[in-house]
């Protein structure tokens, strides 16, 4: 078993649709949470990072960390084309230590 | 958010040959910077972490012989890749931490480095 697991897709959405990527992981360690969001030949780039559980909100994007579960979410309001990207959840049990990243999710927001 | 370069983006040589890229933080300090390499569709898989003054710690299975990490100063690592064959063709990614102005060690990515050895 992985210690992250995210569903790798590809998931296609309508424009303006709610986007909903998850990631599980099994080590209780982890206490630090980022979503990246990576363009084809670029580099990760950092959208959201928390460090507790519950909620973080930055513009569209909505961070959710249930600490008691295991179990990350990333929620896109009002998705867009500019959107589409592969979206990649990473866990680290200490500040500034390596990353543990999930697959990643192909998103592709439709026109 | 803070800037990390990576110098080149992209380079092609010939089998045999040693390539070197740059990771730099342009706006802040980091003791500790973390290379990645990743593959066509895949995530990233951590190779080795840089830090500064000391020898690179590398993840298991990567040859610390083949990829020479040195870590100079707080803003510069490179990443050598010595004798390089096509199956190290690759996307190779640094990053580093920023615990500067109040920061709790977001992790910032360069922009990579897509070597193809022919």
């Known amino acids: 078993q992985k210690e992250v697991e995210q569903d790798p897709g590809p998931l296609s959405v309508p424009e303006g649709a709610i986007v909903s990527l998850n990631c599980t992981y099994s080590?209780?360690?982890?206490?630090?949470f980022m979503w990246y969001r990576q363009y084809s030949r670029k580099g990760p780039e950092l959208l959201m990072y928390?460090?507790?559980?519950g909620n973080k909100e930055d513009g569209r994007f909505t961070a959710q960390v249930d600490k008691s579960s295991k179990y990350i979410s990333l929620f896109i309001r009002d998705s867009q084309p500019s959107d589409s990207a592969t979206y990649l959840c990473?866990?680290?049990?200490?500040?500034?230590?390596?990353?543990?990243f999930g697959q990643g999710t192909e998103l592709s927001v439709k026109p | 958010g803070a800037v990390v370069s990576q110098h080149p983006s992209r380079v092609i040589c010939k089998s045999g040959t040693s390539v070197k890229i740059e990771c730099r933080s342009l706006?802040?300090?980091?003791?500790?910077m973390f290379w990645y390499r990743q593959f066509p569709k895949q995530s990233l898989m951590l190779m080795a972490t840089?830090?500064?003054?000391?020898?690179?710690?590398?993840e298991q299975g990567v040859e610390k012989d083949k990829f020479l990490i040195n870590h100079a100063s707080l803003t510069l690592s490179t990443l050598t890749v010595t004798s390089a064959h096509p199956e190290d063709s690759s996307f190779y990614i640094c990053?580093?931490?920023?615990f500067g102005g109040g920061t709790t060690g977001e992790l910032f990515f360069g922009e990579g480095s897509r070597l193809t050895v022919l």
């Open positions: 990473a866990m680290n049990d200490n500040q500034g230590g390596k990353l543990i």
């Open positions: 928390t460090y507790s559980s």
């Open positions: 990053s580093a931490p920023d």
């Open positions: 706006d802040f300090q980091a003791t500790t």
């Open positions: 840089s830090n500064e003054g000391s020898k690179a710690t590398y």
């Open positions: 080590n209780s360690a982890f206490q630090y």
